[in-house]
């Protein structure tokens, strides 16, 4: 996931492919024009063969699925549109989708407010253990797979929990409640989970980024008497800009697919409380064998993933 | 997200040939899937019903394939060790799956090429639809299963046109099943002067009340995962009558669930929700969580099927007891839940029809019964009439508790076991009741609109 999105943000002169691409042109024996663009597809036609097969070809596939009424393993009936129209009549299917909006506001929102005050934090760190101690700790969540953090967090989460030890012992113990099975904070709860979750990641990311940036702008800055603040707004935040981009991208991009997290932690329960698509889908091709209904859901979600990936990808882009 | 991000000079020269050449490759593959999805029935039918038939198999070396989930382990391996001491030359290999995968694997696993030689369907409807079951008749004549087994028994497991009851054999063995019930921890209910089974719902109340009043939570539930459903379905069953839930599972024309029993079976069980009945995170735990609070004495009663003797801490044994819901008024239908827990299919795929037939036979003798027994799931055949006390053991609190419903009729099915996809409605519908965010009749009519569609209507 998190391949494909640095390369569409790369700058639009392409100096960097050009000069990888020219290295190799000069390990081949001086080869013609034509076969040389041949060659490269050889290079690349095990890669291919694997992207059609794997990838195309189920979403070729899910998409004629979603045109049929199938259980999934008897004879299917061609219906139309039918199954899409469900998507958008079935209430829990239409909520699942703004729930995922919802999980935008945890998944990238917040993450991206830590992640810049954690990075320009610890550029500020000097020590190198206590850097990389810090560094080690933000980014430790994001190598728990999504499912182990769900199973965790149901714990931390549960009337006895961590978090509600916590509440008790700052005097806030009214308020303590097992949060999962809550039908107004559930969603909340899980949210805070992705939070959790992708807040290590924005924050490797935004520093690798201010790692780039001219320490003599700094430099230069605090010369003008610009305290950390307005360095943070004038020198890093503008420069951090290709970073961000990428960070919004996959964050937003997990929120709107998520499923392990939300999975193992409620199952969209209470009610439809936590639905959203992915485990709506889930629950409809594999539970509930409604297969072609769940391929149109599927569908859906992918339109919905483009078309608000597409417009950023544009904003963030380098002009 | 380009769709082909290919090097610039490449693309440059070559695009608008690559591009077709691709496309043509994707063309060829999605051609192949052009017919739609699934198999067509016509092919896989002649797999259903064997030709030729064999009893005599039980000395020819075979390795048979049992699908089980992981719950009912033990219960399975029981069954294939007893099976082997019979007839050495077979062997019985489990094939074990989390429980909260079965429904999702065994369909897919049923329609491979490689499919086990014995499992229980989770969705025997559908498997006779999509021809993945063998038609058992021939068996059955060749066994004489029809004087072994009592035919209501049979019955469970004939299929004609979409509906159970009647029809072809698909699904057979012997008569032994669980006891869906309410178990009560013996230390609390002396805490609150329970000295006897209540002998009515309003009894069963009483007690409620009373251990509230006491600071005891009466019902420990999971509803994170909807297992609040078990008591749901007995009070189904108490309020519509055991026989009208059977036939909306069994899917018998003109059944449905939007009847006055089951609003007030709704309303009953929104009413003990109110009145704080449940432990206050039913809804979010599941049910490995609500043995846990059970166990530790957290809650008098936990309504739960006797399978779950397998799982509860066996350090806790001698400290519970179960006896079945009491009925609305005293004397009235005691009933529970059950399936046949010695009862399987042979898979149309198997390539071991006949061995595995010789299982379904050896299910029906006593030395099967007598593994069920052991293992939470008793028999209504042979069994002495008790009556039911609280200073009994467990196991016979389960065979009293068992022999009491099968006397009166009182046994019925899961209201999930109508579709699959009431599974996911109706946890969603618990969830929601037990939160006090829909009405009991609001749930009914939403259960009726998700069966009626699971119907086609």
Not at chain 1, 16 to 25: D, E, F, I, V
Request: net charge neutral; aromatic share 10%.
């Amino acid at each position: 996931m998190s391949s494909h999105a640095p390369t569409t943000a790369a700058p639009g002169r392409a100096s960097a492919p050009r000069t990888g691409l020219r290295r190799l042109r000069a390990g081949a024996p001086a080869p013609g024009r034509r076969r040389r663009s041949w060659a490269g597809w050889l290079f690349a036609l095990p890669a291919l063969l694997f992207y059609v097969v794997f990838n195309l070809r189920p979403i070729i596939e899910n998409v004629q699925y979603s045109f049929y009424q199938w259980d999934g393993i008897g004879p299917s009936t061609f219906v139309g549109f039918t199954n899409y129209v469900h998507v958008f009549t079935e209430p829990q299917l239409l909520d699942s989708l703004l729930h995922a909006f919802y999980l935008i506001l945890f998944y990238t929102l917040l993450p991206l407010v830590f992640g810049l005050i954690a990075a320009a934090t610890m550029r500020e760190i000097k020590g190198k253990l206590t850097g990389t101690l810090a560094r080690i700790t933000l980014f430790l969540p994001q190598i728990i797979p999504g499912a182990a953090a769900g199973v965790a967090w149901t714990w931390m989460y549960s009337s006895n929990g961590t978090v509600n030890q916590f509440l008790h012992l700052i005097g806030l113990g009214s308020i303590a409640r097992p949060w999962l099975g809550d039908y107004t904070w559930a969603l909340t709860a899980v949210g805070f989970i992705g939070t959790w979750l992708q807040t290590g990641f924005v924050t490797l990311l935004l520093m690798s980024g201010i790692g780039g940036i001219d320490a003599s702008f700094y430099e230069a800055a605090r010369l003008d008497g610009a305290g950390p603040i307005a360095q943070f707004r004038h020198i890093t935040l503008p420069g951090l800009k290709q970073q961000i981009g990428v960070a919004v991208t996959v964050t937003i991009i997990s929120a709107l697919a998520s499923f392990d997290v939300v999975y193992l932690a409620t199952q969209g329960g209470p009610g439809y409380q936590t639905m959203v698509p992915g485990i709506a889908v889930y629950n409809l091709a594999f539970t509930a064998n409604r297969v072609g209904a769940g391929a149109a859901l599927a569908v859906v979600l992918a339109l919905v993933v483009i078309a608000v990936v597409l417009p950023l990808q544009r904003l963030f882009k380098e002009d | 997200m380009p769709l082909l991000s290919l090097p610039h000079g490449v693309r440059r020269r070559r695009g608008a040939a690559s591009v077709t050449t691709v496309v043509s490759v994707l063309a060829a593959i999605s051609l192949a899937a052009c017919s739609g999805p699934g198999s067509s029935s016509s092919t896989s039918a002649a797999a259903v019903t064997p030709t030729a038939v064999s009893t005599a198999v039980g000395s020819t070396p075979t390795t048979l394939t049992l699908f089980t989930g992981a719950g009912t382990k033990a219960f399975s391996q029981g069954l294939a060790d007893a099976f082997h001491a019979k007839y050495p030359a077979i062997t019985i290999t489990l094939q074990v799956e989390a429980d909260n995968n079965y429904n999702t694997v065994l369909p897919r696993l049923l329609a491979s090429n490689s499919p086990p030689d014995i499992a229980a369907p989770s969705d025997l409807l559908q498997g006779v639809k999509d021809n993945l079951l063998t038609n058992l008749d021939p068996y059955s004549q060749a066994y004489g299963w029809s004087q072994k087994v009592p035919s209501t028994i049979l019955a469970a497991g004939e299929v004609n046109n979409g509906v159970i009851g009647s029809g072809p054999l698909y699904e057979a063995g012997g008569a032994a099943g669980p006891l869906v019930g309410v178990f009560y921890n013996k230390s609390l209910a002396a805490k609150v002067g329970m000295t006897q089974v209540p002998a009515t719902l309003a009894d069963l109340e009483a007690v409620m009340a009373k251990a509230k009043s006491m600071g005891i939570t009466p019902i420990v539930a999971s509803n994170g995962d909807g297992l609040i459903g078990h008591l749901y379905d007995l009070l189904l069953a108490e309020y519509m009558g055991p026989q009208q839930l059977l036939d909306v599972v069994w899917h018998k024309p003109g059944a449905t669930l939007d009847t006055a029993g089951a609003r007030q079976a709704t309303a009953t069980l929104a009413d003990w929700m109110k009145k704080g009945y449940f432990n206050s995170d039913a809804n979010a735990i599941n049910q490995d969580a609500s043995y846990g609070e059970f166990a530790s004495g957290k809650g008098l009663f936990m309504v739960q099927g006797t399978w779950i003797t397998q799982a509860l801490p066996k350090a806790f044994a001698g400290h519970y007891g179960i006896f079945p819901l009491p009925p609305k008024t005293a004397g009235g239908t005691v009933v529970s839940m059950t399936g046949n827990s010695l009862a399987f299919s042979i898979p149309a795929h198997s390539t071991h029809k006949d061995a595995a037939a010789l299982f379904l036979n050896f299910l029906t003798t006593p030395e099967a019964a007598k593994v069920a027994a052991d293992n939470g799931y008793p028999s209504a055949v042979g069994a002495s009439a008790t009556t039911l006390s609280l200073t009994m053991p467990l196991t016979d609190q389960i065979q009293a508790g068992y022999s009491e419903v099968a006397a009166g009729n009182g046994f019925t099915q899961w209201l999930q076991n109508a579709d699959t996809s009431m599974t996911p409605a109706l946890t969603a519908q618990l969830q929601s009741l037990l939160a006090g965010k829909t009405t009991p009749d609001a749930m009914v009519s939403s259960l009726q609109s998700t069966y009626a569609a699971a119907l086609g209507q």
